[in-house]
């Protein structure tokens, strides 16, 4: 069986690449200021705690042999208030650390979705759409915690241990080395699982968005799902994509379990050492060590740990950050393939010229879809594209429109190369209507107006009379105020088709594009439509997209695509005359009117 893309990993990069994080601190450096006040808050509640075991060493080794109770009282003053700063500070960075990583994620979503939105149809051919929208919610949710927190305990951590050696050294510096024999242990243990950990998070991110991708897959083909019965074989795909997602969870926590214990282990072993050695040297005379010294000492010991733990799994959530951050910004880095000229200039007022010259496209390398097609449409044309489903009809439209770039020969808009103007200021001199008419969520006025708000309701709905739309939007409940569902699942088909002519029509467009407008519309509503229309299109150039022949006889010339090609060009008289594919097609079409229209008679 063939597999599908949800099921297709995506390549894993080899190295950890710093770089990523340096991009990472890009986002992160407009935020400095916050994060300078509340590491310096950690940084000195942390050197504040650290007096706190000195403080004990002092009442057991002065105070209480001295039966000193006011230094006692003091001590016990200065510990509550430390505890106190120490809290409100916890407070306060948590507050501005997460406003911090807020922050930050929300650029690095506002950043992936722009480029998203500038991203040519190419792109999205090529992938899952919930392998795409994996990486605009779910990954860089995951970095929310590794920006809020990790960030800023790992700078506070590090200090924390720079402190705690440093009072260690100063109260003891035989038992500090024993402590810190443990660490070259660890280091061990963490550069042998480093690159298998690395790649466990890699292919646990991959396995996500396997599993979204087909969940988002699924949801948009439900209704074909249930109505061909397919719900149980989809679970069970479901289940094993579920299942693979599990599996390589698993196995990356499985390193990260593995690290808490190690420091756990080594944490004991030193501290037993500690007690022993400590103990054995307490008793020699001028060793120095006392019973405060060993309590303060082993109190130090602890809290030496307790960083090393949490950079431990920092370390970690780095590893999962980086694979998740490779995506990320693989996206972000993603090139605009129809991105505008160096210095490309604004599409002047088209008057509606439109040439084909030599244009060859494929979509896929090797497979060409358009060889070497010609035409010229003069201003105010209307041209008419027929020919059998695959063909390339849509295709032509879709270069005009400059989604695809061709692979030779130029597209002319008023002797202009398309490719030499903004893409920005050609297509919002086009009206298009694709043959997937696409309904948003939000009100049928919004639908129509789309963003353009320099539309008013009065000329929504001047649009929407045009194509005979305005009478079932008035029968709806709320009229052009009703809300539709994303993708207008409230809408026939032809409502949603008619909803989608009117609003390319509303962009009082010099070029009008209309693929396949009123394939799902009644045969009387279409005829009233093209009455509308005929006013409408006088004076732009239209490109009309249409399998029933009986919209299109009026064009001014009429195009027979096939085979990669233009076959026939010509008026509709003149390729009857010629007596070719067009004049076939008209045929079976009329012929199939004729049978209809005889049994009506007779029924
Ligand atoms: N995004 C794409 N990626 C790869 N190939 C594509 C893509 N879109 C279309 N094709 C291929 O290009 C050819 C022309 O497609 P096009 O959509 O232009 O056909 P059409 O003439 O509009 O057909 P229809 O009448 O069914 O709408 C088809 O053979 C199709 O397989
Ligand atoms: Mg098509």
Request: hydrophobic share 40%; glycine share 6%; aromatic share 10%.
């Amino acid at each position: 069986m063939a597999r599908n893309k949800y099921d297709v990993d995506e390549v894993l990069e080899d190295k950890f690449d710093v770089n990523q994080l340096k991009r990472l601190a890009g986002y992160i450096l407009p935020h400095k200021k916050v994060m300078l006040v509340v590491l310096f808050l950690m940084l000195s509640s942390s050197a504040l705690g650290m007096l706190t075991p000195r403080f004990f060493m002092a009442v057991m080794d002065k105070c209480i042999p001295a039966g000193d109770m006011k230094g006692i009282i003091i001590y016990a003053v200065l510990t509550t208030l430390i505890s106190l700063y120490l809290c409100i500070c916890l407070r306060i960075k948590i507050k501005l650390m997460t406003r911090v990583g807020q922050g930050i994620i929300h650029s690095l979503r506002y950043d992936i979705f722009t480029h998203l939105q500038e991203l040519p149809f190419s792109y999205y051919d090529e992938r899952p759409h919930g392998k795409i929208q994996v990486r605009v919610v779910n990954y860089v949710n995951n970095l929310s915690d590794l920006l809020s927190n990790g960030i800023i305990n790992t700078i506070t951590d590090l200090c924390n241990l720079i402190f705690i050696i440093f009072f260690m050294f100063s109260i003891n510096v035989r038992l500090t080395l024993v402590c810190l024999c443990g660490l070259p242990v660890l280091f061990t243990v963490v550069v042998l699982i480093k690159k298998k950990q690395r790649k466990a998070w890699q292919i646990q991110s991959n396995k996500q968005s396997n599993l979204n991708a087909y969940i988002a897959e699924s949801i948009n083909g439900i209704r074909v799902t249930q109505a061909f019965v397919r719900e149980e074989e989809n679970s069970g795909i479901f289940n094993r994509l579920s299942n693979n997602c599990r599996d390589a969870w698993m196995v990356a926590v499985k390193y990260l379990f593995l690290m808490g214990p190690t420091v756990d282990i080594i944490s004991t072993f030193t501290s037993a050492a500690i007690y022993v050695l400590g103990i054995t040297w307490m008793m020699k005379p001028d060793s120095g060590i006392t019973v405060g010294v060993l309590i303060a000492f082993t109190a130090y010991i602890g809290r030496f740990w307790t960083p090393i733990n949490t950079l431990a799994s920092f370390y970690n959530s780095l590893l999962t950050a980086i694979s998740y951050l490779e995506r990320i910004f693989e996206t972000i880095d993603e090139p605009v393939r129809i991105k505008d000229k160096e210095g490309a200039k604004e599409m002047p007022p088209i008057q509606g010229k439109v040439e084909f010259k030599d244009v060859t496209f494929s979509y896929e390398e090797g497979v060409e879809i358009l060889k070497k097609v010609n035409f010229t449409a003069e201003k105010g044309q209307t041209v008419a594209i027929v020919g059998p489903t695959g063909a390339g009809k849509t295709t032509i439209v879709n270069l005009l429109s400059r989604f695809y770039n061709v692979d030779s020969g130029e597209v002319l808009i008023d002797g202009i190369n398309i490719e030499d103007v903004t893409t920005r200021s050609l297509r919002t001199q086009m009206g298009v209507m694709m043959q997937d008419s696409f309904i948003f969520g939000g009100t049928i006025m919004d639908n129509i107006r789309y963003g353009n708000k320099e539309v008013s309701d009065e000329a929504v709905v001047r649009a929407a009379k045009t194509v005979c739309a305005h009478d079932f939007i008035m029968n709806m409940e709320n009229g052009y105020d009703t809300q539709v569902n994303e993708r207008g699942s409230r809408l026939s088909q032809g409502q949603r088709q008619l909803i989608s002519f009117a609003r390319a029509l509303l962009a009082d467009p010099k070029i009008l594009i209309l693929d396949e407008a009123t394939s799902s519309i009644d045969t009387e509503t279409e005829i009233l439509l093209q009455q509308g229309l005929n006013k409408l299109l006088e004076g732009r150039t239209s490109f009309i997209i249409a399998h029933r022949l009986s919209t299109i006889k009026n064009a001014d010339f009429i195009m027979y695509i096939d085979h990669g090609g233009i076959k026939e060009i010509g008026s509709h008289e003149e390729l009857l005359e010629q007596k070719g594919d067009y004049y076939h097609l008209y045929m079976s079409q009329y012929d199939f009117l004729k049978e209809e229209k005889q049994e009506e008679s007779q029924s």
